[in-house]
């Protein structure tokens, strides 16, 4: 089994930034893909971005790129997502999330290990 426990939320003003980590425990995750995911109040838990085992091909959502980078250190069994000029609209719980048959997976039904989740709030 793998656990998953993200950190680096919290209360940023529009146009910040944020680093969120990802450390997993129980098992090595070099050999799985990655993803970040958030779900907003009321909403769908959503694609933010996601990296193969490698690091070597990454996808991202379309309201986050060029704002927002994936990446991940298989020596530390973690995974991060840098998120830059923040937006109001980015505020949500986000969740990172893991599976060894993945590659660059966008659906949250590709992954089947998950964290707690990190709040995220933006203000105006």
């Known amino acids: 089994q793998v656990q998953l426990v993200e950190s680096g939320g919290g209360l940023v003003q529009a146009g910040g930034s944020l680093r969120l980590s990802c450390a997993a425990s129980?098992?090595?995750?070099?050999?799985?893909?990655a993803g970040w995911f958030r779900q907003a109040p009321g909403k769908e838990r959503e694609f933010v971005a996601a990296?193969?085992?490698?690091?070597?091909?990454?996808n991202y959502a379309n309201s986050v790129k060029g704002r927002f980078t994936i990446s991940r250190d298989n020596a530390k069994n973690t995974v991060y997502l840098q998120m830059n000029s923040l937006k109001p609209e980015d505020t949500a719980v986000y969740y990172c999330?893991?599976?060894?048959?993945?590659?660059?997976?966008?659906?949250?039904?590709?992954?089947?290990?998950w964290g707690q989740g990190t709040q995220v709030t933006v203000s105006s």
């Open positions: 999330a893991v599976d060894p048959r993945v590659r660059v997976g966008v659906l949250t039904s590709e992954y089947d290990y």
């Open positions: 129980g098992r090595t995750i070099s050999l799985y893909g």
């Open positions: 990296i193969r085992w490698s690091g070597g091909s990454t």
